[in-house]
């Protein structure tokens, strides 16, 4: 007799094409939320999920925003008596597509090759909605009487640009998410065939700094070499967040623990890109580097460009400068532990000041308890009995912690579409089908069982 673990993957095989085909559909939206939370491509993208969410059979959707945020898709269908209620969280916006020269196709028209479908968002992060979508289209086939566990899908619209109300918009809305099991579906996998628990992330925050030497431009060959000019001094201070090896100089900031896995450095550097002859940084494996020590990056200066570049000394310079942090970490004392080393680099006497820009948390999750020996179950079952792996994610999602305070007896399971050929954020971004595949096939075992466990 066929078990039920059987039934809903042959349920999860029939609605994969209807997924594939919405997920097409929702690449082809340029969601990108740079553009603003009133960017019609995000209204229409929220309007398309919530079209998703109603049409899988959840009877409350709606589409929500905190003040000045983007549009968030709400969507439940309350517990049955005596069954745990799962949040299942994903975002709807995109990043910029950047260069389209370094694509090798519409980065907003979906192309499958090799088994891939690239397109801006195909994994980062429509890939987690249409899981979402497609678990829950498997178990209305084989529950037509009603969910056996009660299910909230949050799917919010501002991710991209660090969800900036997403404090204000949980705050105001935690009845309506809570939960006893959340399961974030926006991080990504060991490899495409061996699932992953993140397990850590690290955190971000932000320091504007400015250097300023003269009240105004000066000619550069009748004061040049007496005085000197605000972006040589701003190169200078900025060459002091690193020590000769590449380690980060700032002093005070945490180390998270030494990972038990380690990533392979020379894949890294071929799905990195890296030119011939440029080393790594830093100190200890590559997984610590990436997922338990900070690092910092220099992401943006204001200076003339080359063309413009004329010969004064320039009286001002600006640059951003972006830190993530180790788990266990405080936010706000790496931000200040950054601008005082910016101010303290300070060379030649120059005025040196900093503005704080953003901060996010870092993460540490030990999934442990009933819920989570559900999942692991689950996922290993998706993944033809291939334990998942626990591992870290270098990237920062800061507002996981924000629902691990909200919902502190939550079991929060973090998990993904991505693989590390998913290329997210750059150009040929693309989700393996087969990883999608199972990764909805997990998700509806998961909900399956958790509501008869």
Request: proline fraction near 8%.
């Amino acid at each position: 007799m066929t078990d039920a673990t059987d039934l809903l993957r042959a349920a999860v095989a029939a609605a994969m094409p209807g997924v594939r085909t919405d997920l097409e559909e929702l690449v082809r939206i340029p969601s990108v939320s740079r553009e603003g939370p009133a960017s019609p491509d995000v209204v229409r993208s929220a309007e398309a999920v919530a079209a998703l969410l109603a049409d899988a059979g959840l009877p409350d959707v709606r589409v929500l925003d905190a003040e000045d945020g983007a549009p968030a898709v709400v969507a439940r269908v309350p517990a049955p008596p005596g069954a745990p209620t799962v949040l299942l969280y994903a975002h709807h916006d995109v990043q910029p597509a950047g260069n389209l020269a370094d694509w090798d196709s519409d980065p907003f028209e979906p192309v499958e090759r090799a088994g891939r479908l690239y397109g801006r968002g195909a994994a980062d992060d429509k890939a987690g909605i249409m899981a979402h979508v497609g678990a829950l289209r498997a178990l209305a086939e084989r529950h037509p009487d009603g969910l056996p566990v009660g299910v909230t899908v949050f799917v919010e619209g501002e991710e991209e640009v660090g969800s900036p109300t997403f404090a204000a918009f949980l705050a105001e809305h935690a009845t309506l998410l809570a939960a006893d099991v959340v399961v974030i579906a926006d991080s990504a996998n060991w490899q495409v065939d061996v699932p992953a628990f993140t397990t850590s992330l690290r955190g971000l925050v932000e320091v504007y700094v400015e250097v300023r030497t003269h009240a105004a431009e000066q000619h550069s060959g009748v004061f040049g070499g007496l005085f000197p000019d605000a972006l040589t001094a701003l190169c200078r201070v900025l060459a002091a967040l690193h020590d000769d090896r590449g380690a980060v100089a700032v002093p005070g900031l945490a180390h998270g623990p030494v990972p038990a896995v380690d990533l392979d450095e020379a894949a890294l550097r071929a799905e990195a890109g890296v030119l011939d002859g440029v080393a790594s940084i830093g100190e200890g494996s590559a997984a610590n580097r990436v997922w338990s020590m900070p690092s910092v990056a220099v992401l943006g200066v204001d200076a003339p460009p080359t063309e413009r570049a004329a010969n004064v000394l320039l009286p001002v310079a600006r640059a951003k400068v972006s830190l993530r942090i180790a788990p266990g970490q405080d936010p706000q004392a790496a931000q200040q532990a950054l601008a005082d080393h910016l101010v303290a680099s300070a060379p030649w006497g120059v005025a040196v000041t900093c503005v704080p820009g953003s901060r996010g948390s870092a993460v540490a999750l030990a999934p442990q308890g009933p819920h989570a020996e559900v999942a692991r179950g689950a996922f290993a079952d998706a993944w033809d009995g291939t334990e998942p792996v626990h591992m870290g994610i270098g990237g920062s999602i800061p507002f996981i912690a924000d629902i691990a305070g909200q919902f502190p007896d939550a079991t929060i399971l973090v998990v993904g579409p991505g693989d590390p050929a998913a290329s997210w954020h750059g150009p040929n971004e693309s989700v393996d089908l087969e990883v999608l595949r199972r990764l909805t096939l997990a998700e509806a075992l998961l909900l399956e069982r958790l509501g008869t466990a």
